[in-house]
């Protein structure tokens, strides 16, 4: 595993915690709550082999439809990890950014993130990306929105945009990401990251999140080195592919 290529920025949609509580005949709660401890580990396990970039895919704009029972305690435990993790991404000079709309998340929410974000914004090398009430495409309905207001306002000209700069209006200006993974099988993207997706490298394992360890991240890397990145090009050992 020591001579692997790891990418730069990876990118996890968070899948599966629901299924794995209801397998073991326990409340879809108890699955956020075991998915949440995971989450922790993988953040540590991914920086410490060498990721400089980690987005984690949390909470979509469109699990607000679910339950309210359900989404009032992903809100609780959302505000609690904040909280109680915030302190140790601190000491370990993480810059925590958060990508998403900021209607509806309360206030009480709002105010732990944003505390997160302001205090940790002058580190540099390792980025925690977390991606709350996210969608893809409200991402690019947003970045869009802004260009127009800075054309209709003389700060920028239409030919001032282009594929290179496209990304500063984003939620965060971030590079591309070289490894998707989507846990528990499902093989979609959902909606993430839509703009960043454009280069990646797609992993669909079947495990559920909550059982998402060390181990299966490093099956995550494995694959990633089998892969042949061409970015449309070619590669020169095969350039009939």
């Known amino acids: 595993m020591d001579d692997l290529k790891i990418p730069n920025h990876v990118g996890i949609i968070v899948d599966g915690n629901g299924r794995w509580a209801v397998n073991k005949g326990k409340s879809r709660s108890m699955g956020h709550k075991a998915g949440a401890s995971q989450i922790d580990k993988i953040i540590d396990y991914a920086f410490d082999k060498g990721v400089n970039y980690l987005s984690l895919f949390v909470f979509s704009t469109e699990n607000f439809k679910r339950s309210e029972d359900e989404v009032n ?55 925690l990306n977390i991606c709350l009430n996210y969608g893809g495409i409200s991402e690019i309905v947003d970045a869009s929105k802004k260009i127009c207001n800075e054309v209709m306002e003389g700060k920028i000209s239409l030919d001032d945009i282009t594929e290179n700069n496209w990304h ?29 997706l454009a280069y990646a490298e797609l992993y669909f394992p079947k495990t559920l999140f909550p059982d998402f360890d060390e181990d299966e991240f490093d099956k995550a890397l494995l694959v990633y080195n089998k892969r042949d990145r061409r970015f449309g090009g070619y590669n020169n050992e095969n350039k009939n592919s």
């Open 73 to 127: 305690y992903l809100m609780k435990l959302i505000k609690i990890k904040f909280e109680k993790d915030f302190k140790k991404l601190k000491k370990d000079k993480v810059r925590v950014l958060v990508s998403g709309r900021r209607e509806p998340l309360s206030e009480e929410v709002l105010k732990v993130i944003d505390e997160a974000v302001e205090d940790t914004k002058e580190f540099t090398g390792k980025v």
């Open 168 to 196: 500063r209006y984003l939620y965060n200006d971030l590079p591309q990401i070289d490894l998707l993974i989507r846990t528990s099988g499902e093989q979609r993207i959902s909606n993430f990251m839509l703009f960043n």
